[in-house]
């Protein structure tokens, strides 16, 4: 679907209409399947966290430098054997390289070889313009680092579809996007978005972004209610799931489950994934 076509949809007041193109598209690409990701987020030291149930592990926080970071993706990797090791925002690892192509090539060479097989995230709204995202993510693979989950940190409602038009651009020039959260991890305060805004989001990233397998909602900062809406829109993805069963809740209420229910429940069939988005036999 072309940016002047989203537009036409979005503003079309039958949300009903919107779902049914959101729903078509998500079945045109997976069929009824719905995959899911359990992460291990894992910040300071490593401890004797239990990774047997989790699909990925996942660093997070910010480092100083890229020393550092190589420091801590090597611990990371002999935490996490051979369970895929996401880590850090590409936003970040622009910055700590001054915004030097080359050097951030460099350093994801570094990174690669202490471990890491993927940024954690590549924010839409944090690499600059297209042309210069397109380029960031370049140099990234030319390192040996795969970019393969595509997010917004913030954004207002009126630069959604900016975004998501940016971030069909980057897959059609690199096509290094296996994912694209498109709702923003941070709403605005001031301008806050609602339900509506969210599904319709949805709607237009799916429809907008054929190109990338996966239109993904974030468990953590959704939650059952919007991710469940979110399949009937097009969302065939969702991230985040809790890594660790807490044996007080039972096997019944297992993060495993409740997912699973969730996902019956909005007419699709789940299937588990792990970080590089293969789906488990």
């Not at 207002?156 to 923003?184: M, S, W």
């Not at 660790?244 to 297992?254: C, H």
């Amino acid at each position: 679907m072309t940016r002047a076509e989203a537009e036409a949809l979005l503003a079309n007041p039958d949300l009903i209409a919107i779902g049914m193109k959101g729903e078509e598209a998500r079945k045109a690409q997976t069929g009824e399947r719905v995959t899911y990701g359990r992460v291990l987020v894992v910040s300071g030291a490593f401890g004797k966290q239990d990774t047997s149930e989790a699909g990925e592990i996942r660093l997070l926080e910010r480092p100083a430098s890229f020393d550092e970071a190589v420091v801590r993706v090597r611990e990371a990797r002999a935490f996490a054997g051979e369970l895929p090791l996401t880590a850090f925002s590409l936003a970040d690892l622009l910055a700590l390289a001054g915004n030097d192509h080359l050097a951030l090539a460099d350093a994801s060479q570094a990174l690669q070889r202490a471990g890491l097989e993927s940024v954690a995230e590549a924010p839409m709204d944090g690499l600059g313009d297209t042309e210069n995202a397109i380029e960031v993510i370049r140099a990234v693979r030319h390192g040996g680092l795969h970019v393969w989950r595509a997010t917004i940190d913030r954004a207002v409602v009126a630069a959604r579809l900016d975004l998501i038009e940016r971030a069909a651009i980057i897959q059609a020039e690199t096509g290094a996007l296996r994912a694209f959260a498109p709702l923003p991890r941070l709403d605005p305060a001031d301008t806050p978005s609602t339900g509506y805004d969210d599904v319709r989001t949805v709607a237009a990233a799916r429809l907008m972004c054929g190109a990338i397998p996966a239109i993904q909602v974030d468990w953590p900062l959704y939650g059952p209610k919007l991710a469940q809406v979110a399949i009937a829109y097009g969302a065939n993805d969702i991230d985040g799931i809790a890594a660790v069963t807490d044996p007080a809740v039972g096997l019944r209420r297992s993060p495993k489950e409740e997912i699973e229910r969730q996902i019956r429940a909005a007419g699709a069939t789940p299937a588990a994934r792990n970080g590089r988005y293969e789906i488990f036999a």
